[in-house]
């Protein structure tokens, strides 16, 4: 290489350098003012700090005696916060007792209105009842002339069917054999459902039943029975099939004619009965029942058809 090539390549080199160290002074420089500017922020920082270290430090003493004023205050509190739960604790149970004292009250009051209710409601029905028994009073003194009456006529009613018995009694005890009887009769009359009547116009059936008592030894024995309807003038009802028959009363010969007829064992002691559909309406009056047998009548017992 020539010294003239070399040179210049040192000169090139050296304005590189002196380039290099001129940016880096510049570089450099900045650096330092930069750093300069840094530190005085910093000095100004520190010195606001140490302001701010003074009034803080100020800051804590006023707050450590603020804390033990509010340490005494908080005591203070504590002990009238005691005090407090305490009289709350009792106006509580004042207020429990004076609730259930009110609900007691509630609940009397509330029984006292249904109670109240109730007897008014009671006292509505006793004034109905009332107004009813009125006029029901009122109807029965509209009837009392006509019950009154119709006792007259069933008085009168009864004394005829009284003398009748005692007329029939009297004509049964001198028919009748002497330990040879029938007793404790009874009659009744039925419709078609089997319920007992004394309607003339209802009566459908007469159910007819006598005892037989201590019977000598020579009447008993298999006997025919009869029964004879008649009206209160002896006369038999009207028949569809009457039944024909000769008994002896009293040593005499009787034709009657009866209504219903059987065969019969009779025993010491038993209760014997009739049933006999009724094929005409009787109309109403007196009527007989009487039991025969070959050797005589047993009993007869009467009744009325209204």
């Known amino acids: 290489m020539k010294a003239k090539d070399i040179l210049i390549v040192v000169t090139i080199i050296l304005s590189i350098l002196l380039l290099a160290a001129t940016w880096w002074g510049f570089s450099q420089r900045k650096t330092n003012q930069q750093l300069e500017s ?7 920082e520190i010195s606001d700090l140490e302001e701010l270290k003074v009034e803080l430090q100020s800051e804590v003493d006023s707050l450590e005696i603020a804390y033990e004023y509010l340490s005494l205050e908080n005591d203070s509190l504590s002990n009238s916060l005691t005090d407090a739960q305490l009289r709350v604790d009792r106006r509580d149970r004042s207020i429990a007792k004076l609730k259930k004292a009110n609900n007691a009250s509630k609940a009397e009051i509330s029984n006292l209105k249904s109670e109240i209710q109730s007897l008014l409601e009671q006292k509505k029905i006793l004034e109905n009842s009332i107004a009813g028994l009125q006029m029901e009073n009122d109807s029965l003194r509209a009837r009392t002339g006509v019950l009154e009456a119709s006792l007259g006529t069933a008085k009168q009613e009864n004394a005829a069917l009284a003398n009748l018995n005692q007329t029939m009694q009297g004509e049964m005890n001198r028919l009748t054999l002497a330990n040879f009887k029938a007793t404790a009769f009874q009659v009744e009359l039925e419709r078609r459902n089997s319920k007992v009547t004394s309607k003339s116009r209802r009566a459908k059936k007469i159910l007819v039943s006598f005892d037989l008592t201590n019977v000598p030894q020579k009447y008993q024995g298999v006997r025919p029975l009869y029964l004879v309807i008649t009206d209160d003038k002896a006369t038999p009802i009207k028949l569809e099939n009457p039944i024909q028959a000769t008994v002896s009363v009293n040593g005499q010969a009787n034709e009657i004619l009866a209504a219903e007829a059987k065969e019969v064992n009779i025993e010491d002691n038993q209760r014997l009965s009739f049933s006999h559909e009724l094929s005409n309406k009787l109309a109403k009056g007196y ?14 017992s009467s009744f009325r058809l209204r």
């Open 38 to 44: 840094h530190n005085q922020t910093l000095t100004n």
């Open 287 to 300: 009527y007989r029942v009487i039991v025969y047998t070959d050797i005589g009548l047993l009993g007869a």
